[in-house]
């Protein structure tokens, strides 16, 4: 293990990759429900196709960045805080159109993995910027 990551990663680490992590499964399978829908026979299979792809995406982008805080890597904050926000514009939205418990859920969700993110335990445990040193350059 490189010496400027902890022995142990906080507990709060654990959370948020383990929360991102099920954000992504969560998009992975509605990737897989538009496909089946397209195969189907959707009315509109571009905009169906398109938002698969748009799901895919992101979902890879997700399980990308929760494997980069994992390790350490400070990059995997900037897309895990940015789909923590439109999570929560989105449950905003969805209550707006009578969504109640589960847009509540989904809007507590992205609040609670974006203050995870950005606890000083898990950005000192999540601030590499190389593949093996340091985050900032060693004076002298």
Not at 3 to 28: I, K, M, S, W
Request: hydrophobic share 55%; no cysteine; aromatic share 4%.
């Amino acid at each position: 293990m490189p010496h400027d990551l902890p022995r142990t990663r906080p507990p709060a680490l654990l959370a948020v990759v383990a929360a991102v992590g099920l954000e992504a499964l969560a998009l992975a399978v509605a990737a897989g429900a538009g496909l089946v829908s397209a195969l189907r026979g959707a009315q509109d299979l571009g905009a169906t196709l398109g938002l698969v792809v748009l799901a895919a995406l992101a979902a890879l982008l997700l399980a990308q960045a929760a494997r980069g805080l994992w390790q350490g890597r400070r990059w995997g904050r900037g897309p895990v805080l940015t789909a923590q926000l439109l999570l929560v514009v989105v449950a905003w939205t969805w209550w707006g159109v009578g969504g109640s418990v589960p847009a509540l859920l989904v809007a507590a969700l992205g609040v609670l993995v974006g203050v995870g993110v950005l606890l000083p335990p898990v950005v000192r445990a999540t601030s590499r910027t190389g593949p093996d040193g340091p985050s900032t350059p060693p004076a002298g």
